[in-house]
């Protein structure tokens, strides 16, 4: 696994690159990583957050829910934590198993599917 980012380096990095949404993705992971979850939700809070109201099994993560405060919780004796990705202006939410949480190949194939989810989107807008 690649070692992560400081959040300093990460919060400069943005400030170069506002409209970037890797490195806003980047620096929120940094913030989160460090514990300091407000923060990172705040980076996030003016991306449309696509996550559908869910529960009641874990938090929900949708906008109007959304409690930065909390960032893990446990369910049927496993612990997640909190996660997003940021593709197009977007964030999405996500719960992962604690162990898997950092594994880039979840976090690349939920930012594909998104991908992929929002050209269709957009090409019926546009058609």
């Known amino acids: 696994m690649a070692r992560p980012h400081s959040v300093d380096t990460c919060l400069a990095e943005l400030e170069a690159n506002p409209d970037d949404d890797r490195v806003r993705e980047r620096a929120a992971l940094a913030l989160t990583r460090a514990g300091r979850d407000l923060e990172a ?3 996030l809070e003016d991306l449309v957050n696509l996550t559908a109201h869910d529960g009641p099994t874990l938090p929900c993560v949708c906008r109007r829910c959304l409690d930065p405060a909390i960032s893990s919780a446990e369910a049927e004796d496993v612990r997640f934590v909190r996660r997003f990705v940021v593709h197009r202006g977007r964030v999405l ?3 992962a ?3 898997l949480a950092d594994d880039r190949g979840l976090l690349e194939g939920i930012r594909r ?3 992929r ?3 269709r989107a957009l090409d019926r807008r546009s058609a």
């Open 113 to 115: 599917r998104l991908g």
């Open 93 to 95: 939410f996500y719960w």
């Open 41 to 43: 939700c705040a980076l």
């Open 117 to 119: 989810r929002l050209a």
């Open 97 to 99: 198993p604690e162990a």
